[in-house]
C-alpha cells in the first residue's frame, strides 16, 4: 500500500475535525468533497454564503460544517481568546474582529484553540509564511520546544536507501536560521515524526558538506555541535554526523567516511544545516527522483495545523488532511 493510502487508512479509523479556511479556492471544495466521500475527516469550511456558492458549486460539500466568519455565534468567543491570547501585542477587540475577518487563518487557530477543531490545513492560496504565522502567534509551540520546523515525508520509487525510500527531510519550510541548539531540536521532533508516520524507529543524520570532520569551517562545527546537543539531550533517538549526503545513505561510502556510525549508510531522516538546503533538497528529489513530496508538516506546533504548496493539486490537500489528522490522533 502507498504511504499516503495507510496515512488515510489511519485517518479514518479515529476520525478528527479539520478545519479548511480557504473557501475562495476551488481545489479546496473539490479536496473536501473526497474527504468526506472516503471518510477521512469531519471537516469545517470557513467562508461566507457568497464564497461557498461562487467557489463550492457543483461539489458535494453537504456533510462539512460552514462557519460563516462574519455571522458565527461563537464569534465572540474566538474574539476573546484572540484577545487574551495577544493583549501583551497590543490585540484590541476591534482588531482581532478585523484580522479573523480578513484573514480566514486566523479564525481557524482560534477554532483550533477553543477546542472545536482538532487541526487546520491552509496553503492552497497562500504562501507559507501567511499561512503559518497565525499558528505560531495563537497555538504555540508544545510545552518545552522551542521552535518549531517543517518536514517533508519523501516518497522515492524504486528506491534502497532509507526505509525503502520512505524518509523524512527537515526543516524544508519554516525557519531562516539556525544554531546548534535548534537544530539538535530539529533532529528530535523529525525522528519523532518518523517514528509516527511510517512506524520504524528514526536514524537522523545531520547533514553538512563534511563528514566527521573532513573539512574544517564554522557551518560544519555549528552542525558538530548540534549532534553533540542531540545526543546528550535526546538519549532516546538515533542521530549521528556531521555527514555528507552519500555518507548518510550510502553503506560503500559509510564505511570509508564514518565506518563506526550507528546511522551512516541507513539513514531515513535527514536534517539539513539550513533552509535553503532543505527546501532546495526536498524539491531536487521530488522533481528528479519524481519523488511523493507529503508536507510541508509543521512538528513542534501544539495543535496540528499544516501548509500547502500553490501549486498544490486537490488529491495533495486530501493526503495534507489525512496526515493533520494522525497528527491531532497522536497529540
Ligand atoms: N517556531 C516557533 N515560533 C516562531 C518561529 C518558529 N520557527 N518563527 C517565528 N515564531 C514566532 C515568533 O516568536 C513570533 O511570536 P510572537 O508574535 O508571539 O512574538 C511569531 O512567531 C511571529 O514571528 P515573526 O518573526 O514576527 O514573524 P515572521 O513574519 O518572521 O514569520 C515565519 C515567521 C513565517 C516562520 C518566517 O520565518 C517565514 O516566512 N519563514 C519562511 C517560510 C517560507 O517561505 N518557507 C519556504 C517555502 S515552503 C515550501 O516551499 C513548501
Known sequence: MAFIDTIKE?????????????????????????I??????????IGTPEEIEKYGKGYDISGATIVDPFND??????????VELRSKKGVTPEMAKEQMEKDYMYYACLMCKCGDADGAVSGACHSTGNTIR????????????????????????????????LFVFADCAVSPDYDSEKLAEVAK?????????????????????????????????????AVKIAKEKYPDITVDGELQLDAALVPEVAALKAPESPVAGKANTL?????????????????????GAYGPVLQGLSMPVNDLSRGCFADDIVGVVAMTAVQAQNA
Not at 468526506?36 to 469550511?45: M, P, Q
Open 134 to 165: 497565525p499558528a505560531l502567534q495563537l497555538l504555540k509551540t508544545k510545552p518545552g520546544i522551542s521552535s518549531v520546523s517543517g518536514f517533508f515525508l519523501m516518497e522515492v520509487p524504486d528506491c534502497e536507501f532509507g526505509e525503502n525510500g
Open 10 to 34: 489511519r485517518a479514518k479509523a479515529d476520525k478528527k475535525t479539520i478545519v479548511l479556511p480557504e473557501s475562495m479556492d476551488k481545489r479546496t471544495y473539490e479536496a473536501a468533497e473526497k
Open 73 to 82: 455565534p461563537n464569534k465572540q468567543k474566538y474574539i476573546d481568546k484572540f
Open 189 to 225: 521532533l523529525s525522528s519523532d515524526s518518523f517514528k509516527s508516520f511510517v512506524g520504524k524507529d528514526a536514524k537522523v543524520a545531520m547533514l553538512s558538506f563534511s563528514s566527521y570532520g573532513s573539512a574544517k569551517h564554522d557551518r560544519v562545527t555549528m552542525v558538530a555541535d
Open 36 to 45: 468526506l466521500k472516503e471518510g477521512i475527516a469531519n471537516l469545517v469550511i
Open 271 to 291: 536534517v539539513f544545516p539550513n533552509l535553503e538546503a532543505g527546501n532546495i533538497g526536498y524539491k531536487l528529489v521530488q522533481r528528479l527522483a519524481k519523488a
